[in-house]
């Protein structure tokens, strides 16, 4: 019998089989059942491929035998047959095998996610054990093994909040139209797995498999115009309707659980341990795209998306609270209700059965409920008014429209009316049922649904600033020092005389920034989250942003948070919020909060992954110090990405790596992109990922991990100096190392394809800093070199073991969890390598007199390699037990990226020589649209050149 009958008694049974216990068998299954659910999908996929391209099928079989055959043997040999297989492939030809490998890619890819969700589930069943703590199994620590009092966990929770902001830079590659295909397919597998089937079930549930396997081959995976913002919001909010808005509250009940389990309460309604933010129509550094219509439309969209998704719960509710007994205060609200809608008094009433449907005091709780569902219906009207009337005042319209909703606290008191009326008269128990989630809902995603975030660089606001003095013929802004222009900031800023002229005269950027604050005056304060600058780098960027507020109109102040990115940026960030929180008008302002970003890809860019790493680790240290002199409580935000590269990593090992003491109780982080899928495109997983980031901030707060010793501390310090060194000698200083990098990889053809409405360049021309990090780590991700993960790795380790420091390296990745997460990424991230591929890359594409510098780094990388694998005392890449489930899912992904990396190098050639005018085809084939074509298939997580994230 094969494992996929097995899983129709679920997961449990084929656990059951197991000897030594069910941890000791997951490992077995899961692995069984990952290659036979490739094979599943793979299977299906070829029978549909074959039934259009019959003739085309059998080379597509040859091509994917070939490409195992060179990954079990990694022989030169079986590595030439895969060329010269691909090769005798006709142009038109070429494009229909990217296309199926990329679509193969994609459905392995699925295979992992259903795994990945079998497992969660499982683990949340105790049928198996992960290494990373669930929010239970923290609280279980927390009191059993170290003591502490349950109350002051119950507490140390209710006070907790994760913000969790989703930015779409870069989007996700791979478009809606075929996200919500493999949604599909992914719960029909999942059904596949743990429903016990007829046979004639099974049959249609295999056929609807590729009905849907078939409508995604013949749906076109390219996008042929780039993403606008709104796009971009649009795909981001699909997650709150899919798992986030419905998964939170039953993520909440699994917390009372869990909570009662320790002898403590449910949590408050009230309680809001998650907020979500966006950066979708707001970030508008260096995006000409996001403009302040842009804003007030996605901030609208997101406005909408709330009223339509709370309007269904209410709905709901009207039908399901039939209870007549009520405390007074109910009964008297519904009394009103029903008076006043006798005298006319509510002209948003549209339904006439209304009063006759649930018209009666017997019925207060339908009286006041469907009181609320039709003024949300009324919000919903108003809105979408807004959208077709772009120059009427969001905020002013809805404070005025007597029938709908501007805030959600208008929602929330007739609800919690509600609910203490069903616990007065002895109904708790329903209370705390259906009506508790939608509370819950209501208190969490409000009117809002995720709060956006706006973004400018700080010279941006520097320049309206200058606009203003220079104007007034107070002196320029931009020449005065730092001291000057603080002082003439502070001075403003208590002043009550406005300062910006109405007359003006106005370049168009300054027109953009000023427009920028009067706009975001019009909006909902509740749809605004935090004011981001990046390249922050001194007090008045942030004094500078809190006058232009001022100035603008905006009556509720956005919290202005300074990013600090580059290693410069980093070491200056101290003294900033130094100046900052010395000064008493901010000190009073902030109120005792501030929260500061820190920006993990440009600062992997300018000084490489190590030092970066470091430079991260000790500014959380100090800015966590300079607040706690000043009394003021620190939110870090955390500017990840999905790559190792751009700071990606496990969350909740990249949480209890942080320093001590610098998360307490609050985290903000990004989700990045195609993270967004990852993270909470199944309803498991995103559950997980909720518990995962409560456990792991809880934890941090109140169990964090021990301060390094100080020789570990002096050993990162010297290997920060060294591998930047390392990095920078190359990457800025070596004449050869751009031009290498732009043939050797497809960073150029990066920024021509419609994968985000963002350039790939803040500036239209210039050096590697002007490139953005997404684009350097993606074209050095998409030949499978990931050099600015390493490089200055194996020149810091090896001065350390030079100087006879091996041993102090060991002990410090076994009792340190910041240099073991650190080394644990960079294995994985050698393990993802390849540098043969990254050979026929520079064979193919790159001058020869540049090939001495291509072998200087694949000498480099193999020793970075060898010396992490020394200092983790590993065997070779991937060989502990717990890597070994990784390690299969990189062996089963690899013969499908291999055929997709060698006609990348087809298509880029093709396109090079066309471009530089040489003769391609002499058959009349035009080869332009069919390598344009080719570049555009995007296979996801490992290369091509339409895959853009590496991750986790």
């Given at each position: 019998m094969s494992l996929l009958s097995t899983r129709r008694d679920g997961f449990a049974t084929a656990l059951s089989m197991s000897k030594d216990g069910p941890s000791a068998y997951a490992l077995e299954v899961n692995q069984a059942l990952l290659k036979e659910d490739d094979d599943l999908l793979r299977q299906t996929f070829l029978s549909v491929f074959r039934h259009h391209h019959p003739q085309l099928a059998n080379k597509v079989d040859v091509i994917f035998a070939l490409s195992q055959a060179w990954c079990m043997s990694e022989s030169d040999d079986d590595f030439d047959m895969l060329v010269k297989r691909l090769e005798t492939l006709k142009p038109d030809e070429h494009i229909l095998v990217a296309s199926a490998f990329s679509q193969l890619l994609n459905l392995h890819n699925l295979t992992e996610e259903i795994v990945t969700a079998r497992v969660e589930k499982a683990a949340r069943l105790g049928e198996v054990e992960q290494s990373t703590r669930s929010t239970n199994k923290s609280l279980e620590r927390l009191v059993n093994e170290l003591g502490q009092n349950p109350e002051d966990i119950f507490k140390a929770l209710c006070r907790q909040r994760v913000d969790i902001v989703f930015t779409a830079h870069p989007t996700q590659a791979i478009r809606q139209s075929l996200l919500k295909k493999y949604q599909k397919i992914r719960s029909e597998m999942d059904a596949l797995h743990n429903t016990r089937m007829t046979p004639y079930e099974r049959l249609e549930c295999l056929d609807e498999i590729k009905s849907q396997i078939q409508a995604a081959w013949r749906t076109d995976e390219i996008r042929r115009k780039k993403p606008t913002p709104q796009d971009e919001s649009r795909q981001g909010l699909s997650y709150f309707h899919d798992t986030i808005f419905h998964g939170l509250p039953v993520f909440l009940r699994r917390i009372d659980t869990a909570l009662k389990n320790i002898g403590q309460p449910m949590l408050p309604l009230d309680t809001k341990l998650f907020n979500f933010g966006a950066w979708m129509g707001g970030d508008r550094d260096g995006n000409p795209f996001v403009t302040a219509a842009t804003t007030r439309d996605v901030v609208l969209g997101a406005r909408l998306s709330a009223t339509m998704l709370l309007q269904s719960q209410i709905s709901r509710l009207v039908y399901e609270l039939s209870v007549w007994r009520a405390s007074d205060e109910l009964t008297a609200a519904a009394a009103r209700i029903l008076e006043a809608r006798k005298d006319g008094l509510y002209a948003h009433t549209t339904r006439e059965s209304y009063e006759t449907e649930f018209g009666s005091v017997r019925e207060p709780f339908r009286v006041v409920l469907s009181e609320i569902r039709e003024r949300l219906n009324s919000t919903s009207t108003t809105l979408r008014y807004l959208m077709s009337h772009p120059h009427l005042n969001v905020k002013e319209t809805l404070d005025n429209d007597p029938g709908a909703y501007s805030d959600a606290e208008a929602i929330i008191t007739p609800l919690m009316l509600c609910y203490d009326s069903l616990v007065a008269t002895g109904d708790s128990t329903i209370a705390f049922s259906e009506l508790t989630d939608v509370i819950r809902q209501a208190q969490t995603f409000g009117l809002h649904l995720c709060q956006l975030d706006i973004r400018q660089e700080s010279t941006k606001h520097a320049e309206a600033i200058d606009a203003i003095t220079t104007y007034l013929g107070l002196g320029s802004f931009n020449a005065w020092d730092e001291a000057q222009r603080t002082a003439f900031l502070l001075k403003e800023l208590e002043e009550r005389r406005p300062l910006l002229p109405a007359d003006l005269p106005m370049s168009e950027e300054v027109a953009d920034v000023i427009g920028t604050f009067k706009m975001?005056?019009?909006?909902?304060?509740?749809?605004?989250?935090?004011?981001?600058?990046?390249?922050?780098?001194?007090?008045?960027?942030?004094?500078?942003?809190?006058?232009?507020?001022?100035?603008?109109?905006?009556?509720?102040?956005?919290?202005?948070?300074?990013?600090?990115?580059?290693?410069?940026?980093?070491?200056?960030?101290?003294?900033?919020?130094?100046?900052?929180?010395?000064?008493?008008?901010?000190?009073?302002?902030?109120?005792?909060?501030?929260?500061?970003?820190?920006?993990?890809?440009?600062?992997?860019?300018?000084?490489?992954?190590?030092?970066?790493?470091?430079?991260?680790?000790?500014?959380?240290?100090?800015?966590?110090?300079?607040?706690?002199?000043?009394?003021?409580?620190?939110?870090?935000?955390?500017?990840?990405?999905?790559?190792?590269?751009?700071?990606?990593?496990?969350?909740?090992?990249?949480?209890?790596?942080?320093?001590?003491?610098?998360?307490?109780?609050?985290?903000?982080?990004?989700?990045?992109?195609?993270?967004?899928?990852?993270?909470?495109?199944?309803?498991?997983?995103?559950?997980?990922?909720?518990?995962?980031?409560?456990?792991?901030?809880?934890?941090?707060?109140?169990?964090?991990?021990?301060?390094?010793?100080?020789?570990?501390?002096?050993?990162?310090?010297?290997?920060?100096?060294?591998?930047?060194?390392?990095?920078?000698?190359?990457?800025?200083?070596?004449?050869?190392?751009?031009?290498?990098?732009?043939?050797?990889?497809?960073?150029?053809?990066?920024?021509?394809?419609?994968?985000?409405?963002?350039?790939?360049?803040?500036?239209?021309?210039?050096?590697?800093?002007?490139?953005?990090?997404?684009?350097?780590?993606?074209?050095?991700?998409?030949?499978?070199?990931?050099?600015?993960?390493?490089?200055?790795?194996?020149?810091?380790?090896?001065?350390?073991?030079?100087?006879?420091?091996?041993?102090?390296?060991?002990?410090?990745?076994?009792?340190?969890?910041?240099?073991?997460?650190?080394?644990?990424?960079?294995?994985?991230?050698?393990?993802?390598?390849?540098?043969?591929?990254?050979?026929?890359?520079?064979?193919?594409?790159?001058?020869?007199?540049?090939?001495?510098?291509?072998?200087?780094?694949?000498?480099?990388?193999?020793?970075?390699?060898?010396?992490?694998?020394?200092v983790m005392k590993h065997k070779g890449l991937l060989s502990s037990s717990s890597t070994a489930f990784l390690q299969q899912k990189l062996q089963l992904r690899a013969p499908y990226v291999a055929p997709l990396n060698i006609l990348q190098v087809y298509c880029l050639k093709t396109i090079r020589d066309i471009e530089a005018g040489k003769e391609v085809d002499e058959s009349g084939y035009n080869p332009v649209p069919a390598a344009v074509a080719l570049m555009s298939r995007d296979p996801e997580k490992t290369p091509f050149v339409g895959a853009v994230e590496d991750t986790l």
């Open positions: 975001l005056a019009t909006l909902p304060s509740d749809s605004l989250g935090a004011y981001i600058i990046s390249m922050a780098h001194t007090a008045s960027d942030v004094l500078a942003v809190l006058l232009l507020q001022k100035e603008c109109g905006i009556r509720e102040t956005l919290r202005v948070v300074p990013l600090f990115e580059t290693l410069d940026d980093l070491e200056y960030a101290e003294t900033a919020m130094e100046q900052l929180f010395g000064n008493a008008w901010y000190h009073a302002h902030i109120a005792g909060a501030q929260e500061c970003m820190i920006g993990y890809s440009d600062s992997g860019k300018d000084a490489g992954r190590l030092a970066a790493a470091w430079g991260l680790y000790e500014v959380q240290e100090r800015l966590a110090a300079v607040a706690a002199k000043y009394d003021v409580h620190l939110t870090l935000f955390h500017g990840r990405g999905g790559t190792v590269g751009r700071g990606g990593g496990p969350a909740h090992l990249a949480i209890l790596s942080q320093p001590p003491k610098t998360i307490s109780g609050t985290l903000r982080v990004t989700v990045q992109g195609e993270v967004m899928e990852q993270q909470f495109g199944e309803k498991e997983i995103a559950f997980r990922t909720m518990d995962l980031y409560t456990s792991a901030v809880l934890e941090a707060t109140l169990a964090p991990m021990e301060e390094p010793q100080a020789v570990w501390r002096e050993a990162m310090r010297e290997m920060s100096r060294t591998s930047c060194e390392a990095y920078r000698a190359v990457v800025r200083h070596d004449p050869r190392f751009i031009e290498y990098f732009q043939t050797l990889t497809p960073v150029n053809e990066l920024g021509r394809m419609n994968i985000g409405s963002r350039p790939a360049k803040r500036k239209a021309h210039g050096s590697i800093d002007t490139l953005r990090a997404i684009p350097w780590i993606f074209a050095w991700t998409q030949i499978r070199f990931h050099l600015p993960v390493w490089l200055g790795m194996g020149q810091a380790l090896r001065a350390m073991i030079d100087a006879g420091k091996l041993e102090l390296l060991q002990d410090m990745y076994q009792n340190w969890m910041f240099f073991r997460v650190t080394l644990d990424m960079l294995e994985m991230v050698f393990a993802k390598a390849d540098p043969r591929v990254v050979t026929m890359y520079q064979r193919q594409l790159v001058d020869a007199g540049l090939h001495a510098l291509g072998d200087e780094l694949l000498r480099t990388f193999y020793e970075a390699e060898e010396l992490v694998l020394k």
